[in-house]
């Protein structure tokens, strides 16, 4: 069993910055792949980052690509995400996740994670 429980969000201002957190326990999750994914209302789940084991590697979603850091601490067992300049359209509920599949390949589908922790609020007002 994984907990992952994610925490930073908040009201925030268009081109304002977060920093979103996501502590895990249960595992060592430096032994697995993390993403993080974000769902809008009336929306699906959408891919957002992933960062691989050693955190060498990285994946975003074109709407985030230089604006959105997603970045790793094993020791603290912690995934973050550094947002910044944000737009009202990255309003959503942030949720991270874990792949506990023994693969080099970051995924971008949610189907393909394993454990959720339980979503954090991020709006962004114009």
């Known amino acids: 069993q994984v907990q992952l429980v994610e925490s930073g969000g908040g009201l925030v201002q268009a081109g304002d910055s977060l920093r979103l957190s996501c502590a895990a326990s249960?595992?060592?999750?430096?032994?697995?792949?993390m993403g993080w994914f974000r769902q809008a209302p009336g929306k699906e789940r959408e891919f957002v980052a992933a960062?691989?084991?050693?955190?060498?590697?990285?994946a975003y979603v074109d709407a985030v690509k230089g604006r959105f850091t997603i970045s790793r601490d094993n020791a603290k067992n912690t995934v973050y995400l550094q947002m910044n300049s944000l737009k009202p359209e990255d309003s959503a509920v942030y949720y991270c996740?874990?792949?506990?599949?023994?693969?080099?390949?970051?995924?971008?589908?949610?189907?393909?994670?394993?454990?959720w922790g339980q979503g954090t609020q991020v709006t962004v007002s114009s």
């Open positions: 249960g595992r060592t999750l430096s032994s697995y792949a």
């Open positions: 960062i691989s084991r050693s955190g060498g590697t990285t």
């Open positions: 996740a874990t792949d506990l599949t023994p693969t080099r390949v970051l995924k971008t589908r949610a189907s393909l994670y394993d454990y």
